[in-house]
């Protein structure tokens, strides 16, 4: 077992630009979440699937943000236009529609100049 | 909104002692709850689930829960230079992973040799 595959593990982009993160959940995982740490808030749900469907958005902080899973393999965040303060390691995380807790995938670290 | 507290610490601890994490939550509704542990640069990694009030144990590792008091602990004899980290308490509202994990900002350990 592969574990989460997330892509790219680190990211430097200038303000303004478009930014896309990429994530591969455990296969037979039916549940896809996306979170975002940083010192001061910690990790925070930005959004999350079940059965590639979007359950939760409440968490995505502004319009700028967008996420995406088109099949049960593959899910993606886009940040448009990115700013400073969305730097931050943002993990992708999926889990069995069970009560178990989920594998987070190893991270992206972005920073936006 | 819900929430969950944890000491930031840091927690320091000699070698071999017990050390012991606390985390309280404000949602009374919640029904499971996740201990994860996060070293420096790394990603969160799952080492203890609890869903039922009382002690569950696996190998150095004790969770307590305590619905009545909306409090959960986690135990760690032996300690170890390793368990060196950040312990994060997770709180599932539903009691299936399908839905989003709040957390905590985490407990810095250190165990010193």
């Known amino acids: 077992d592969a574990g989460v595959i997330q892509s790219p593990r680190h990211e430097v982009t200038e303000m303004g630009q478009e930014v896309t993160l990429r994530c591969k959940p455990i296969s037979g995982h039916n549940s896809l979440f996306w979170y975002r740490q940083t010192m001061m808030r910690g990790l925070e749900l930005l959004i999350y699937?079940?059965?590639?469907?979007?359950?939760?958005d409440s968490g995505m902080p502004e319009d700028r943000f967008s996420a995406k899973m088109p099949n049960a393999s593959f899910s993606t965040l886009k940040i448009q236009p990115s700013e400073p303060r969305d730097s931050a390691v943002y993990f992708c995380a999926s889990s069995l529609a069970s009560p178990y807790g989920y594998t987070f995938g190893s991270g992206t670290r972005l920073t936006v100049v | 909104q819900k929430e969950v507290e944890q000491n930031s610490g840091p927690l320091s601890v000699p070698e071999g002692a017990i050390a012991s994490l606390n985390c309280t939550y404000s949602d009374r509704g919640s029904q499971s709850f996740f201990w994860y542990r996060q070293y420096s640069g790394k990603s969160p990694e799952l080492i203890m689930s609890?869903?039922?009030?009382g002690d569950k144990e696996d190998g150095r590792f004790t969770a307590q829960l305590n619905k009545a008091s909306q409090y959960v602990s986690l135990l760690i004899r032996d300690s170890q230079p390793s368990d060196s980290a950040t312990y994060l308490c997770?709180?599932?509202?539903?009691?299936?992973?399908?839905?989003?994990?709040?957390f905590g900002k985490g407990t810095h350990l250190i165990i010193q040799p």
């Open positions: 609890i869903y039922s009030n």
């Open positions: 699937f079940n059965n590639n469907v979007p359950i939760d």
């Open positions: 997770a709180v599932n509202p539903s009691g299936g992973g399908a839905d989003g994990l709040t």
